[in-house]
Each structure stands twice: as structure tokens, then as C-alpha cells.
């Protein structure tokens, strides 16, 4: 049984988990399992799952913790998954955290680490209130982050914006509570098993970006120059490799590692580490992906 890098990624609707999760997959080398995902999924095949799951979700209620624990392990069984998983959206609830960690037994591994992208309230619900679509291309605006050039009107289409009713605020506002209720004790069962890695997603994407990397592995210095690399731990690296750096060298278990702060790494970074965290300069193009 190989060994499985499962990492979780924890926040509340807003936090910033899609914005990371490709990220994080591709650093990690790893699929990205969005919970979310796999039951629209299920819904647009109509599967019996989909249809039961449909109500719940129209609501806004969590799916029952049975339904999408067996949908989640089943996955976990693909053999893309082999080497590990990045978990987006799961577990939500204790019971699903518990039941995770059961199975994850029994095939012989466990979360190696439960990233948790805090942020305040407030901030959850200005960034998911207040978006606007258009009913003719299905582009999407905000009030804030990216607004149309006329008010109310489709930059592309020059057709009037309507809001979908789960992102009024008062819908939004009642998504946030409810997932912090529910998912506050999960946040708080990682942290009991020291698997809670706490990082503030109330910051610049690149800055969550590269303080989810220190999470995972940390910083470490090179070999020949002075210079450092964030540090990628990764349990499918080949021939007694501990893992790899965000540039893709293999580190080797020599035991002559040196590790430093992300303000070292920030002082002389790895140039190609440094481009891995920032692939393009252009942040707008990233905040329109929402
Ligand atoms: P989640 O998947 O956790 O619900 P998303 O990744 O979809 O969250 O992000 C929700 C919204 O917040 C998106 O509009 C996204 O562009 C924005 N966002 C994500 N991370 C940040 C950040 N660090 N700073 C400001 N806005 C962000
Ligand atoms: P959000 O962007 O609000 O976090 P998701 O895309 O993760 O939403 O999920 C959409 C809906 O799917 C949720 O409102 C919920 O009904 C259902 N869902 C997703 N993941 C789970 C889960 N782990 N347990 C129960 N229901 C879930
Ligand atoms: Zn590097």
C-alpha cells in the first residue's frame, strides 16, 4: 500500500479555498477533491445521490454526513488518488472528520496536515455579497472587486445584471454561520490531533499562498547558493527522497538540511520558487476567477 499525502484544506465559504486549492494540488502533485464539485457533479448526471442531494442543497443545508462520506471515500479509491489527496470541502462536520480518519486507518495512512484559512466574518461576507451576473454571457461582477463600467450593465453585453438569491447578503450571511458552526468543531479536532496548520486568509493571495507552503514543509536553504526554497513534503517522492522543493528538486534524507523563516525565504528567495508563487503579475485576472 503506498503511502498517501492527504492534506485538508479548511475555511469557511469565502475563506479563499478555491482561489488555493490548484495551487496547493499542483505543488503537492496531487488531485484536488472538492466536495462541492462531486455532488454538482452527481446532480447534472442525475444519479440517485445527485436527486437526493438537489434539496439540501437548494436550500442551503449540508448534504447528510452518510451520503457524502461514502462519496468522498469512493473517490479516495480512484487510482489517481494514490499518492495522496488534496481534500477541499470535506470534512464539514465532525462525524464526516471522524469517519475520515477511520477509513484513512484502515488503508494504512492519515492527514499528514488540516490547513485552515481563517478569516473574520465580516470579511467572509463583503467578499460573497454583493456579486451580480449577467443573464446573457453569465460573466460575473461585484460591487466592489470588479465592477462593470456602466452600473448594472454587462460590460460584454451591455444587458442589466441580476443577483442569484444565494449571494444576497442575507443568504450569504446565513451560509457563514451555519458553516462555522458546523465546521469550527472540525477546525478544533485537527487541532487536538496537531495536524492544524492556522494561516491568516485575510492577506494577499500570494502571501496565503506562500504561508500554506511553509505549512506543509517550511524553508529550507540550498545546497550550493544562499539562497532558499519552500520546502514541499511529499510522500510519493521516488528513491528515499523526503520530498521536494516548489521548484522540483528532490531533497534527500541526508539529514544536512537547513532550515530558515519565510522572511529569509522573502530576503534571497529561489528564483524559480519565487515564480512558482507568483505565475503571472496580473492579480486582477486571478480575482475574476471566483
Ligand atoms: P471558497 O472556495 O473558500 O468559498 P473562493 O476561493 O471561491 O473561496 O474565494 C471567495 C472570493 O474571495 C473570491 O471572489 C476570491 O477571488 C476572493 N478571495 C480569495 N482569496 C482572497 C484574498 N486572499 N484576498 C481577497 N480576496 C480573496
Ligand atoms: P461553498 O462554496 O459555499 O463552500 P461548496 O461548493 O463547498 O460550497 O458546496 C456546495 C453545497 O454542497 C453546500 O452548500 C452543501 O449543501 C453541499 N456540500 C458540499 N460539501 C459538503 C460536505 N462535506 N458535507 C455536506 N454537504 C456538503
Ligand atoms: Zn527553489
Known amino acids: 500500500m503506498p503511502h498517501r499525502d492527504v492534506v485538508l484544506l479548511l475555511g469557511a465559504p ?10 496547493l494540488a499542483g505543488a503537492l502533485g496531487v488531485p484536488h477533491v472538492a466536495s462541492g464539485d462531486l455532488l454538482r457533479e452527481h446532480r447534472r448526471l442525475a444519479t440517485p445521490l445527485g436527486q437526493v442531494a438537489r434539496a439540501y442543497m437548494d436550500r442551503g443545508d449540508l448534504v447528510p454526513d452518510s451520503l457524502v462520506i461514502d462519496m468522498v471515500v469512493e473517490r479516495l479509491d480512484h487510482p489517481d488518488a494514490d499518492r495522496g489527496v488534496l481534500l477541499d470541502g470535506f470534512p464539514r462536520t465532525r462525524a464526516q472528520a471522524e ?17 485552515y484559512l481563517d478569516v473574520p466574518q465580516a470579511i467572509l461576507i463583503d467578499r460573497l455579497a454583493d456579486y ?25 453585453c451591455g444587458v442589466t445584471l441580476f443577483q442569484r438569491a444565494d449571494d444576497q447578503r442575507e443568504v450569504v450571511e446565513n ?12 477546525v478544533e479536532y485537527y487541532g487536538q490531533l496537531r ?3 492556522r494561516v491568516d486568509g485575510d492577506q494577499d493571495i500570494h502571501v496565503v ?6 505549512g506543509l514543509g517550511g524553508v529550507m536553504a540550498g545546497q550550493r547558493r544562499a539562497r532558499w526554497h519552500l520546502f514541499i513534503t511529499y510522500a510519493g517522492a521516488p528513491g528515499g527522497a523526503i520530498g521536494r522543493t516548489l521548484c522540483g528538486k528532490l531533497v534527500p534524507d541526508d539529514g544536512e ?3 530558515g523563516t519565510l522572511s529569509a525565504f522573502n530576503g534571497a528567495p529561489c528564483r524559480a520558487c519565487r515564480h512558482k508563487l507568483h505565475p503571472h503579475r496580473n492579480r486582477s485576472l486571478e480575482r475574476t476567477t471566483g
Not at 453569465?138 to 460591487?143: D, G, K, L, P
Not at 499562498?209 to 511553509?214: G, I, K
Open 175 to 186: 451560509r457563514v454561520a451555519v458553516y462555522l458552526r458546523d465546521t469550527l468543531p472540525v
Open 14 to 23: 469565502g475563506a479563499g479555498k478555491g482561489t488555493q486549492a490548484r495551487f
Open 132 to 156: 451580480w451576473m449577467c443573464p446573457g454571457c453569465q460573466a460575473t461582477y461585484h460591487a466592489r472587486f470588479a465592477r462593470p463600467q456602466l452600473e448594472g450593465t454587462c460590460d460584454a
Open 209 to 214: 499562498r506562500a504561508e500554506l507552503c511553509v
Open 195 to 197: 495536524k492544524l496548520c
Open 99 to 115: 469517519a475520515l480518519e477511520q477509513r484513512l486507518q484502515t488503508i494504512g495512512t492519515n492527514v499528514r496536515a488540516a490547513l
Open 257 to 259: 538540511r537547513r532550515f
